[in-house]
Nanobody, 114 residues
């Protein structure tokens, strides 16, 4: 069974870059899913899709982050990463990685605060 696990800093200062990694186990990032996504949930709000990376390293981003998002993958490590630049306290959220088959990580709380 495919499992996903987020990792990264839980505390980021405003204007810095948030960086998270999703490690995939029990399957291959190149074959098990057509695309791999990042989703977040701010406190008291609903889920927000941020973007995805597909086979061939094609990337898709939500326009709501205004070009601050970058998603990449390392096939040798079976990982994909999220970078969100110029963060503000409004970027405080639980960040999830997920595949196209409905498998999700358990989430990584990120707080943006000075």
């Amino acid at each position: 069974q495919v499992q996903l696990q987020e990792s990264g800093s839980g505390l980021v200062k405003p204007s810095q870059t948030l960086s998270l990694t999703c490690t995939v186990s029990g399957g291959s990032i190149t074959t098990n899913s057509y695309y791999w996504s990042w989703i977040r949930q701010p406190p008291g709000k609903g889920l927000e899709w941020m973007g995805a990376i597909a086979n061939g390293d094609r990337t898709y981003y939500s326009p709501s982050q205004r070009g601050r998002t970058s998603i990449s993958r390392d096939t040798s490590k079976n990982q994909f990463t999220l970078q969100l630049s110029s963060v503000t306290p409004e970027d405080t959220a639980v960040y999830y990685c997920a595949d196209a088959l409905g498998n999700w990580g358990q989430g990584n709380q990120v707080n943006v605060t000075s």
